[in-house]
């Protein structure tokens, strides 16, 4: 497993490695969800220039040995494996990730794929150029995701945090992210979040830019259905700490300046591409 940074390409030998997607999947601790993930990446992704690549992050368990085996035995030469390794936390395992990726499109996503592939099916339907930015967004009026009245009421709570701390209008900023993929290279290393905080980071840094994220509807999956929450209370107060840094972080650049690679004004929330209906970007 490469735990060094990866090495720049540059001029015709980048244009020669590019891949149309790269998928950008975290592990920590993953021996129970790792491999039936890669086994629907490499079925999804069969016919499809894309290359798939896992970065462990600090695991505990037999993650390490587990992804070594699986890329010894890997079957499927169309679609490239390529394990990373970072220090543990998913921001770093992200901008491990991004930084490595050769996609034009960069999807950032979980181990256990939440959603399946409901927000590639949308981004699809979506011109990178003019949205850089595409969020499989559990905030969408309709998304599927109804996971209890606790974590609702906690997740109203948070998104009250991001708009008085931050004057964020994304919806869900932790969702899964399909990414313009030059956009994501060059935002990578503004990004300093080590942990679940890093995508939240992202869309405040997009945001102020002048992009904004574009949020699709999305359905949790089966599994992610059975499993209790895991927010405390006590979450709302961290979120609250982790929010206030990402401010004072970014408090220098001005809103809506320089606007970034394709950067555009762009809706919050959109109906889902080609496979459930025509993105309407004037849904919010």
Not at 84 to 97: E, I, P, Q, V, W
Not at 180 to 196: K, N
């Amino acid at each position: 497993m490469d735990e060094s940074a990866p090495t720049p390409v540059s001029g015709s030998a980048q244009a020669a490695a590019r891949r149309a997607l790269t998928y950008v999947v975290p592990a920590h601790n993953s021996t129970l969800a790792i491999e039936p993930t890669l086994r629907a990446l490499a079925s999804r992704l069969a016919d499809r220039d894309a290359e798939v690549i896992v970065v462990e992050n600090g695991s505990t368990d037999g993650t390490p040995a587990l992804l070594l085996g699986i890329a010894q035995t890997w079957a499927h030469p169309g679609v490239p494996l390529r394990l990373l390794r970072s220090a543990k936390g998913m921001g770093n395992a992200y901008r491990a990730g991004i930084a490595a990726s050769r996609g034009e499109r960069v999807v950032l996503t979980a181990d256990d794929l939440p959603f399946g592939f409901d927000d590639l099916d949308a981004a699809e339907g979506v011109d990178p150029t003019a949205h850089p930015v595409v969020i499989g967004s559990k905030g969408h009026p309709d998304s599927d995701v109804d996971r209890g009245l606790l974590r609702r009421v906690l997740s109203s709570g948070f998104r009250v945090l991001r708009r008085v701390v931050l004057g964020m209008r994304t919806l869900d900023p932790q969702g899964t992210f399909v990414l313009a993929g030059d956009w994501a290279r060059e935002i990578a290393p503004r990004l300093v979040e080590p942990g679940y905080l890093v995508t939240t980071e992202l869309c405040h840094v997009a945001e102020r830019s002048g992009v904004r994220p574009l949020e699709v509807p999305v359905r949790l999956s089966p599994q992610h259905r059975d499993h209790r929450s895991r927010i405390a209370v006590r979450d709302v107060w961290q979120m609250a700490v982790g929010l206030l840094a990402i401010r004072r972080r970014h408090a220098m650049s001005a809103p809506h300046g320089r606007r970034l690679s394709g950067s555009a004004d762009l809706p919050t929330s959109a109906r889902p591409g080609p496979a459930r209906g025509p993105v309407d970007p004037g849904r919010r």
